[in-house]
């Protein structure tokens, strides 16, 4: 079993910066991918950015793409470093983890983890 744990998240105004943290804990595979999601009101969880355990493999979503940096500081952390942020950015934001090479193909879509954390709210005003 792995524990997920995210911190960091919080209001801003638009154009300001945000940074997230998730820890991973328990059993943790050498391989695995770590990855960013998140939802606002009425919509689907969507992936935001995720990364392969070996730092070279990640991805993003559009919409982010320039903006939002992933980061995995070890095999069990990582950070979302979240710049420019728009009011379109306020979800909830869930870190998740999921052990493995398999995840690699799909590591933007949720059905590829295994291990979620209970989120992060992130707000952005305009």
């Known amino acids: 079993h792995v524990h997920v744990v995210e911190s960091g998240g919080g209001s801003v105004q638009a154009g300001g910066s945000l940074r997230l943290s998730c820890v991973a804990s328990?059993?943790?595979?050498?391989?695995?991918?770590m990855g960013w999601f998140r939802q606002a009101p009425g919509k689907e969880r969507e992936g935001v950015a995720a990364v392969y355990s070996d730092g070279a493999v990640t991805y993003y979503a559009e919409s982010v793409r320039g903006r939002f940096t992933i980061s995995q500081d070890t095999m069990n952390t990582v950070t979302l470093q979240m710049n420019d942020l728009n009011p379109d950015d306020t979800a909830m934001y869930y870190c998740?983890?999921?052990?493995?090479?398999?995840?690699?193909?799909?590591?933007?879509?949720?059905?590829?983890?295994?291990?979620w954390g209970q989120g992060t709210q992130v707000t952005v005003s305009s």
């Open positions: 998740a983890y999921s052990g493995g090479a398999s995840c690699r193909p799909g590591m933007g879509r949720p059905g590829q983890y295994d291990y």
């Open positions: 328990g059993y943790i595979d050498s391989r695995n991918c």
